[in-house]
């Protein structure tokens, strides 16, 4: 698969605005109506909310992440399983195209071949696995995880190398379906919201963020050129809102590795 299938766009937001996640959540669905109807589109509102709990896995020296890699586990509360998911990113697409994330079970794991696009409009590519487990995985050395992504064999990494949770840190995570963008002329784009908490899913979030994404469109043999106008100019928009965008915040995954070390 070296066809890039989907594109997201992320941002962090200012996580101090969502103390009241309802509340803060539906202000910022109307800043997202107001932007859409200046594009000449609207929204279809949403507020299912599903709770998960998210981590990374790696070594006592993160020789994962030296490579490039991300190992996250989540429980999904809502399938009530696990999902594994193994992720190479880099800023290069020529590194991005070439990594391997295959699991040892084709038939039930999920490879996706997506650009992340950051503030302002910078691109990172990544190319991932995902494969479910009704328990949670076993993961306590290199060859665990080799038994399941056997793409690490290549690392060379000593096969008792310890594994643990990164920071023995797990995120309580709300995901909140937020609205779906109709720009008339283009599938619509669906927009979530992510929220991160260290006990439980109240006070503070340590963070917040906005991601929307869309697909490959496999009847065209290419991607919707409308649907990206439109969801290039709602990002360029939402990174102009005063008191929302913070693009001095960390993401997810930095904050799992760094933001307790």
């Given amino acids: 698969m070296n066809r890039i299938t989907s594109r997201e766009y992320k941002l962090i937001l200012n996580a101090t605005r969502f103390l009241d996640r309802e509340t803060a959540s539906n202000a910022f669905q109307d800043v997202i109506g107001f932007l859409a109807e200046r594009l000449g589109g609207d929204i279809d509102r949403q507020d299912k909310e599903e709770a998960r709990e998210t ?3 790696d070594t006592e020296d993160f020789r994962l992440r030296a490579a490039g890699y991300a190992l996250r586990c989540r429980y999904e509360e809502d399938e009530d399983d696990y999902k594994l998911t193994l992720k190479f990113r880099s800023a290069d697409l020529i590194l991005a195209e070439d990594a391997s994330v295959e699991t040892a079970d084709a038939r039930r794991s999920r490879m996706k071949f997506e650009e992340d696009l950051m503030p302002p409009f910078r691109s990172v590519f990544s190319r991932s696995s ?3 487990f009704k328990k949670k995985p076993k993961l306590a050395t290199i060859e665990d995880a080799v038994e399941i992504f056997p793409a690490l064999e290549k690392l060379e990494l000593h096969k008792k190398t310890r594994l643990s949770t990164v920071n023995a840190f797990t995120a309580t995570e709300i995901f909140r ?3 779906k963008v109709d720009f008339k002329k283009a599938e619509p784009i669906k927009l ?3 929220f991160w908490y260290p006990n439980g899913p109240t006070g503070w979030p340590l963070i917040a963020e906005c991601a929307f994404d869309f697909e490959w469109d496999g009847r065209k043999k290419g991607f919707d050129l409308d ?6 100019e709602l990002f360029r928009l939402l990174q102009k809102q005063p008191g929302w965008f913070d693009p001095s915040a960390t ?3 930095r904050y799992a590795y760094e933001g307790m070390r």
Avoid: H
């Fill in 192 to 194: 979530g919201l992510s």
């Fill in 177 to 179: 379906k937020l609205c």
């Fill in 251 to 253: 993401t997810k995954t």
């Fill in 55 to 57: 981590s990374y896995v």
């Fill in 130 to 132: 995902a494969i479910r």
């Fill in 227 to 232: 649907q990206v106008r439109g969801a290039n």
